[in-house]
């Protein structure tokens, strides 16, 4: 993979544009999310991408697998799930 390098600032409210190269490289538009992720002295920005149809089934069967094979029930992960949302309240 070609690197490409590009310069830009931090404005005063702590925004960054994303040189038009780069936007143009990863097909960024506008709206789009992406997760930024800090370093010690760095920072990733990586584009939140919707998997494809058939990568999406792969990881279902996949994750299934492992429930399985570690004896995760339904009601084990919705559990999970009420008291991850009930934390966050």
């Not at 830009?8 to 925004?15: A, E, P």
């Not at 919707?50 to 994750?63: A, D, G, I, V, Y």
């Not at 029930?73 to 009420?82: C, E, F, L, S, W």
């Amino acid at each position: 993979m070609e690197h490409l390098v590009e310069m830009t600032k931090v404005s005063s409210k702590g925004q960054v544009v994303l040189p038009r190269a780069i936007r143009h490289k990863l097909h960024i538009q506008k709206g789009e999310q992406l997760i930024v992720v800090c370093g010690d002295d760095s920072v990733l920005l990586k584009k939140i991408e919707t998997p494809l149809k058939e990568r999406f089934t792969e990881m279902m069967k996949t994750s299934q697998t492992w429930a399985k094979k570690v004896g995760l029930t339904r009601t084990d992960i919705q559990k999970a799930i009420r008291e991850v949302r009930q934390r966050s309240k």
